[in-house]
């Protein structure tokens, strides 16, 4: 959080719009874009942050298997991940362009530097840092990562977490994804990032 910030007092007003309605008096200018690991909590914290700003919400994965109208497992097996990374560069690209809302993207998009690039110039990227112990508790039982069909997935999704975080660094903002923390209060926790350390992205109402 930027230095200087009344902490406090951002908390106190976020705290008085939750008896309220926060869309009535918070304002989004640019896209929200959710970074980082699978098993993160990009699409939970998404939507639940885009309710909480009465905003759209998007998942690129989403957006990608209902243009294909195939699953992205599916496109993996079928076209190769080099294919589904073209489009998913589209995706973003064109989510990016449309109304400013919460945009929820897959753990890999963000290695792309152009996605990067759009995304910090068409909006703001925030990175769900997770540990590597909690990603692995929350997808060790979904079979539908393709990454991790491999013989020691556990082996994989670490290979996957050490060469990708440094990447994930990049983003514009990080807020820390923990255990045992409900929804609404990450979606809170990123609420207030945004509002003490990018105003031109969320702003409350005069």
Same mark, same amino acid.
């Not at 309605?21 to 942050?49: E, Q």
């Not at 069909?149 to 290979?159: G, M, S, W, Y």
């Not at 660094?169 to 990080?174: G, H, I, Y």
């Given at each position: 959080?930027?230095?200087?910030? @009344?902490? !406090?007092?951002?908390?106190?007003?976020? +705290?008085?719009?939750?008896?309220?309605?926060? &869309?009535?008096?918070?304002? $989004?200018?640019?896209?929200?874009?959710?970074?980082?690991?699978?098993? *993160?909590?990009?699409?939970? %914290?998404?939507?639940?942050?885009?309710?909480? $700003?009465?905003? %759209?919400?998007? +998942? &690129?994965?989403?957006?990608?298997?209902?243009?294909?109208?195939?699953?992205? *497992?599916?496109?993996?097996?079928? @076209?190769?991940? *080099?294919?589904?990374?073209?489009?998913?560069?589209?995706?973003? /690209?064109? $989510?990016? /362009?449309?109304?400013?809302?919460?945009? #929820?993207?897959?753990?890999?998009?963000?290695?792309?530097?152009?996605?990067?690039?759009?995304? #910090?110039? !068409?909006?703001?990227?925030?990175?769900?840092?997770? /540990?590597? @112990?909690?990603?692995?508790?929350?997808?060790?039982?979904? +079979?539908?990562?393709?990454?991790?069909?491999?013989?020691?997935? !556990?082996?994989?999704?670490?290979?996957?977490?050490?060469?990708?975080?440094?990447?994930?660094?990049?983003?514009?903002? &990080? %807020?820390?994804?923990?255990?045992?923390? &409900?929804? +609404?209060?990450?979606?809170? =926790? %990123?609420?207030?990032?945004? $509002?003490?350390? =990018?105003? @031109?992205?969320?702003?409350?109402?005069?």
């Amino acid at each position: 959080m930027a230095e200087g910030t @009344d902490h !406090k007092g951002l908390t106190r007003g976020l +705290d008085d719009m939750s008896r309220g309605s926060a &869309s009535a008096v918070l304002k $989004l200018h640019k896209t929200i874009v959710f970074v980082g690991m699978m098993g *993160a909590g990009k699409t939970a %914290v998404g939507r639940t942050l885009a309710a909480h $700003l009465g905003v %759209v919400f998007r +998942d &690129s994965d989403h957006e990608i298997e209902e243009a294909a109208q195939m699953t992205i *497992a599916e496109i993996f097996a079928r @076209d190769g991940e *080099a294919f589904f990374r073209r489009k998913e560069t589209q995706i973003i /690209d064109r $989510l990016l /362009d449309g109304v400013p809302g919460v945009l #929820s993207t897959g753990g890999g998009a963000f290695m792309s530097e152009e996605n990067r690039r759009n995304m #910090s110039q !068409k909006g703001v990227s925030i990175w769900l840092n997770a /540990d590597l @112990d909690l990603l692995w508790e929350r997808v060790r039982h979904k +079979d539908t990562r393709p990454l991790l069909k491999t013989p020691d997935p !556990k082996a994989t999704l670490r290979e996957i977490y050490e060469r990708r975080t440094p990447i994930y660094r990049l983003a514009d903002l &990080s %807020v820390k994804s923990e255990p045992k923390i &409900s929804l +609404d209060s990450m979606a809170h =926790r %990123v609420t207030l990032a945004l $509002l003490a350390e =990018r105003p @031109d992205v969320l702003e409350k109402n005069a």
